[in-house]
């Protein structure tokens, strides 16, 4: 279950404040896949930072499998990071210098997994890459850094994943590919999924629907295509 | 529960992570390459220097014991090696003059230093000579051994009969090495090795003559030296004799290398710290690059520890890769360093590997290169996750914020900067000196380039043409490497122009001193009734006497009408002053001559003082330190006659000329009728005139030596040109250390340039105003960064003539301006060659991988 309760979050800009989220409030329960949608600047973003611990809100709680990660210093957030969260960046955001299966091992090694890369390597095949694992980033497509990086989600298995823009840099073809490979994990895993979009086609993939403008939830609903 | 990552994975994730930054950061560790390789060729010279000096230290002495002595030694010295010698400790003497050499054949003559030596000299070592057999002939008959410079100034061979004084040597062969004597030796003055027997038909040891008398002895094995001559020592001291043990002198010896090693260690250790200003300014932009591969980490988990370790292990081990190269690197100097400094030290120096100057040499050098990046790296802990989804300025700069461990390895910097200096300093105290100074000047450095890029800041016209403006705003842009290459610069620029400076200011004394003379054949050991017929001599050949002064032996008994020992002890003066024991060759004559200054008093007159007593002029130095005041009255003995004179003027003389020159300088009519010598002084006009003078003067007067200046000039070239080979070297060295550290800095900054060199080509600049922008940068760097340095070279140049040489400074402007002009050449060339890629690239595929 992930909660937020009266988020907000302030930045000073100059001598005035600015408030980029304002009392978000809402319930995600285990296993469901949810779109935080809205136009540019409407602080999804910021919203998925702070569902993350990425970053800390002005006010507000936000709860994470019970866990208050309010309550949490960063090293704290970190370890609760690597053992129940998973990450999808619109930039991929591979380790350039990693090769593919490297990449996925990162999250299993840092907690000290000792099976890190048989796993890396089931998650590569599952992803449809198991004959690119000694790949760089740069020696791949887009489409193919993303499914690294969706192995990578995985990897630790993790209670929530959080996908910010994750088709963001791709066609649509490959965007779709995506959402649908993103979708059957979250069947297969039983996390829940956040994923950030502005494409409200995509976030129609999703059981629910959360849609920010100005920083303000406007509308919680299902989604259509549920 | 789960784990967490073990040191291990973090040694693997540090191992694949640094795929390609090694060659960069090898790049930025290589900047202390050159401090490590100096510290390791320096230390391991030293230890191989301070080896072969334990090793042949019996050899450099020649004896276990020797005593050496001015005018021979008493009877009772002799009573005593007689009794020695009965006991089973036997003794071999060596007398040492500078005599004229001449042969028959080709009628060539040369002073050289003749040295009479008994059958069992030395008792330890081996006087090496070509042929080998040629030390064995030596005492078996009238023969000698020389040095080959002598042979082909003299235009003789070995067989050829050489005439020392009245004496005839037929020589042996030549000396190829002599324990104890530096190869520089050679340059100074030819040796003549003869056997002792037949000194006496040299006749050149009568009245006044200069000569050191020498004897070693050989005692039994195992004998501690200073314990067993600890007994003798007062009756040897009682008759002027100096005593020096094995021991002694290997101390001595010992403490002169490691003095030079200390202050070479602290050029290595200025080359280390400089090294280290460069690892921090490489791996501070590395840093810059690895901030979203670091907020990636963050988001998989990695903990803010986890992130420094990797970074950290990467530092260590291109630090550890860094210092090894500096290591082999020193190693190869140190087989060159034999063939520099060998003609100044007195010992055949064999090479070996010190495994402890190596093992320091990586520990100092990987530790140096972990410090200064740390700091850099401790930021990387501070970078937020959230910059793997959003890479803003508010994070970036939270994590520049300073904490305390930032403050504790600022610290930890500075401690080691002490630790390091105090370590290689001869005292604590000197250390910290040592330790102010790099940081003063690290300071003043820093200074500049803040006072720089603020100076340009406020002073760039908007008139100014666009690429000087762009060139000259690059220097204050954020993360700009203006500081690390102003210091990089400044230190080298500092330390090749001090270098050269001390150089230039030691060497103008000498040229000054040469040209200085008003003659040019100087001739000395002239006997009283000699004096006329040289005079006569000189002037049959078409040549002047520039001057002829009388010289006269004598010692002090007595001041103020107290004996010596009761006057030393009255003055706090120590028992064994030598100025107290002593023998004086002064002179007398009415006037001062120009090498000479009246300090205090007035200089005497001809005329005869009404109480009787005579005036004299002391040498300032000598007079304070035997603490005597104008008015006190000095008792001499004029060989057998007591003079009791009055000291009433004190001068400044110049020790440096050729004229001779005098402690004390009496009043005619003192010591005027008292047995003398005489030098004199003759301008000779050509080469020709000098040997054909030469010749005949020793043809005549035998015992009469003289010194040619222009063959002095001659040698002190030669000597000077072995010195500027050892400085250059030295200067070469502190130029180079600067090369890595500078390339490291604008490297840093490379990525940044490509961008905006290839931006400013898309908005339509050409490839020569990209040109003009770099040179404006980089000329201005370099300007700022070699003047920075030269005016601190100034100082340093300053104190080192001053304290250090105890002689007069003078800028030389020339070689300080071509030093600043060559580091700013060097500047504007690493500026070039590490932005070539902005000539190269299309501004299409530096965008894309922008």
Not at chain 1, 44 to 61: I, Q, S
Not at chain 2, 735 to 756: I, N, Q
Request: overall charge positive; proline content about 4%.
């Amino acid at each position: 279950m992930l909660s937020a309760r009266g988020l907000t979050k302030e930045y000073q800009s100059g001598t005035t404040r600015l408030a980029v989220l304002r009392d978000v409030d809402f319930d995600i329960p285990q296993g469901t896949f949810v779109a935080i949608v809205g136009p540019s600047g409407s602080g999804k973003t910021t919203l998925l930072g702070l569902l993350a611990g990425l970053d800390l809100p002005t006010r507000g709680t936000v709860s994470l499998d019970g866990s208050d990660l309010t309550r949490l210093d960063e090293d704290a957030r970190a370890r609760l990071r690597g053992e129940k969260v998973g990450f999808i960046f619109q930039s991929f955001q591979l380790i350039p210098t990693l090769t593919a299966a490297e990449n996925v091992q990162v999250p299993l090694e840092l907690r000290g997994d000792d099976d890190a890369s048989s796993r890396a390597l089931d998650l590569l095949q599952r992803v449809g890459l198991g004959d690119r694992i000694d790949h760089f980033p740069a020696q791949l497509s887009g489409g193919e850094q993303q499914r690294v990086a969706i192995a990578r989600a995985f990897a630790n298995q993790p209670r929530i994943l959080f996908a910010d823009e994750p088709t963001g840099n791709l066609d649509g073809a490959t965007g779709a590919r995506i959402v649908d490979l993103l979708d059957q994990l979250n069947r297969e895993s039983g996390a829940t999924v956040v994923l950030v979009t502005h494409d409200l086609t995509l976030a129609e993939h999703a059981q629910r629907v959360i849609r920010l403008k100005d920083g303000v939830v406007v509308e919680d609903r299902p989604s259509q295509g549920q | 529960m789960k784990r967490r990552a073990g040191f291990g994975v973090l040694l693997t994730l540090a191992w694949r992570e640094s795929r390609t930054a090694r060659r960069r950061l090898a790049l930025y560790m290589s900047s202390i390459s050159l401090g490590v390789a100096a510290l390791v060729a320096i230390d391991s010279f030293s230890a191989n220097v301070q080896d072969s000096i334990a090793e042949q230290s019996r050899a450099l002495l020649g004896g276990d014991v020797n005593l050496r002595a001015r005018n021979g030694f008493t009877p009772a010295v002799d009573s005593i090696l007689d009794s020695l010698k009965t006991a089973g400790i036997p003794s071999a003497k060596v007398v040492s003059f500078a005599s004229m050499a001449t042969t028959s054949r080709s009628g060539g003559t040369r002073l050289a230093q003749v040295r009479a030596i008994a059958p069992g000299y030395p008792f330890y070592g081996v006087v090496e000579t070509a042929p080998a057999e040629a030390w064995v002939a030596l005492q078996q008959g009238p023969n000698a051994l020389v040095d080959p410079s002598l042979l082909i100034s003299l235009d003789a061979q070995v067989g050829d009969t050489l005439g020392i004084g009245f004496g005839r040597f037929v020589i042996q062969g030549t000396l190829v090495n002599v324990p104890g004597d530096p190869g520089i030796a050679a340059t100074i003055g030819p040796r003549i090795l003869i056997p002792d027997r037949y000194l006496a038909e040299t006749q050149l040891l009568g009245f006044g003559a200069r000569a050191e008398y020498e004897a070693v002895l050989r005692l039994p094995a195992n004998t501690q030296s200073p314990l067993w001559v600890a007994p003798l020592r007062p009756r040897f001291e009682a008759a002027n004799v100096r005593v020096r043990t094995v021991v002694e002198n290997e101390m001595d010896l010992t403490e002169a290398i490691t003095q030079l090693a200390r202050f070479l260690g602290v050029v290595g250790l200025v080359a280390l710290l400089l090294g280290g200003i460069g690892v921090a300014s490489g791996v501070n932009a590395f840093v810059q690059r690895k901030i979203e591969t670091v907020a990636v980490l963050r988001c998989l988990g990695a903990s803010s520890a986890q992130v420094l370790t990797i970074y950290l292990i990467q530092a260590a081990a291109m630090g550890l890769a860094g210092a090894a190269v500096g290591a082999m690197l020193g190693v190869a100097i140190q087989f060159v360093l034999p063939q520099v400094m060998g003609d100044f030290l007195p010992v055949d120096v064999s090479v070996r590997l010190s495994a402890r100057a190596i093992l320091m040499g990586l520990a100092v050098g990987v530790s140096v290169a972990v410090l200064f990046a740390l700091r850099p790296l401790l930021s990387l802990r501070r970078v937020s996750p959230l910059q793997a989804i959003r890479r803003d300025d508010v994070a970036l700069a939270a994590s520049r914020r300073r904490d305390s461990w930032t403050w504790i390895t600022n610290l930890a910097l500075v401690a080691s900067v002490f630790a390091l200096a105090i370590d290689r300093a001869a005292t604590t105290q000197q250390g910290i000196g040592y330790a102010i100074g790099i940081l003063l000047s690290i300071g003043v450095l820093t200074a500049s380039a803040a006072l720089l890029s603020s100076l340009t800041r406020r002073l760039a016209s908007k008139r100014w043409p666009y690429v000087i403006r762009q060139g000259v705003a690059n220097l204050h842009r954020p993360a700009s490497q203006t500081r690390a290459v102003v210091l990089a610069l400044g230190f080298g620029s500092f330390l090749v122009t001090t270098i050269i400076l001390v150089q230039a200011n030691l060497l103008r004394s000498f040229d000054l001193t040469a040209a200085a003379s008003r003659g040019n054949l100087v001739f000395f050991d002239v006997q009283e009734d000699q004096e006329r017929g040289l005079d006569s001599l000189i002037r049959a050949h078409g040549a002047g006497v520039v001057s002829s002064t009388p010289i006269i032996v004598m010692r002090i008994v007595a001041i103020n009408g107290i004996g010596n020992d009761a006057y030393a002890a009255s003055k706090a003066i120590p028992q064994r002053f030598w100025g107290l024991r002593r023998e004086y060759r002064s002179t007398y004559r009415d006037s001062i001559v120009p090498t000479e200054t009246v300090l205090t008093g007035t200089f005497h007159g001809a005329a005869v003082p009404r109480d009787t007593i005579f005036e004299f002029s002391l040498e300032r130095e000598m007079a304070s330190e035997l603490k005597l005041s104008l008015g006190d009255t000095v008792t001499w003995d004029v060989q057998g006659v007591r003079v009791r004179a009055r000291m009433t003027s004190t001068r400044e003389v110049d020790w440096g000329r050729f004229e001779p020159n005098f402690f004390a300088v009496f009043q005619s009519g003192a010591i005027a009728d008292a047995p003398k010598q005489f030098a004199l002084i003759a301008a000779v006009t050509s080469d020709t005139t000098v040997a054909r003078m030469q010749r005949n003067a020793v043809r005549a007067y035998p015992n009469v030596s003289s010194l040619d200046l222009s063959l002095v000039r001659r040698t002190i070239d030669q000597i000077v040109r072995k010195v500027t080979l050892a400085v250059r070297f030295l200067a070469l060295f502190s130029f180079a250390m600067g090369v890595p550290v500078l390339f490291s800095a604008v490297a840093a900054t490379r990525r940044d340039r490509l961008r905006e060199g290839v931006l400013l080509k898309t908005l339509g600049a050409t490839r020569t105003q990209i040109g003009r922008i770099l040179l404006a940068e980089y000329a201005l760097l370099g300007i700022l960064g070699s003047l920075s340095g030269m005016l601190l070279a100034f100082g340093g140049a300053w104190a080192l003539v001053t304290f250090v040489f105890e002689d007069s400074f003078t800028i030389a402007p020339v070689p300080a301006l071509m030093i600043a002009g060559a580091m700013t050449l060097l500047s504007i060339s690493i500026g070039f060659l590490t932005g070539r890629d902005v000539f190269r690239e299309t501004p299409m595929a530096a965008l894309r991988e922008a």
